[in-house]
């Protein structure tokens, strides 16, 4: 079975920078995408970042340029860099992988509340 446990989100500063975890039970060289979502009250969750097992990245646009996806192959673990927070940024923020069957993962999400 796996699992995916997000880290890393708090409370910042509009302006100012996080960086989010994802660690996976099991070696990530399994999923052909890891990505980063985000939910906030009363809105959808959407797509924030993906990078691929070929290491191609995607962004939403209101995040590029801002934010920066990574992983760590040897570690089992991919981060999404935030900086340049805004108060819209404020949301609940999940992990997610997508197997070689299609089948998506889901972590238990992260807060990450941007205010002054």
């Known amino acids: 079975q796996v699992q995916l446990v997000e880290s890393g989100g708090g409370l910042v500063q509009p302006g100012g920078s996080l960086r989010l975890s994802c660690a996976a039970s099991g070696s990530i060289s399994r999923f052909n995408v890891m990505g980063w979502y985000r939910q906030a009250p009363g809105k959808q969750r959407e797509l924030v970042a993906a990078?691929?097992?070929?290491?191609?990245?995607n962004y939403a646009d209101s995040v590029k340029g801002r934010f920066t996806i990574s992983r760590d192959n040897a570690k089992n673990m991919w981060y999404l860099q935030l900086s340049s927070l805004k108060p819209e940024d404020t949301a609940v923020y999940y992990c997610?992988?997508?197997?070689?069957?299609?089948?998506?993962?889901w972590g238990q999400g992260t807060q990450v509340t941007v205010s002054s």
């Open positions: 990078i691929t097992s070929g290491g191609s990245t």
């Open positions: 997610n992988a997508l197997n070689i069957w299609n089948y998506q993962f």
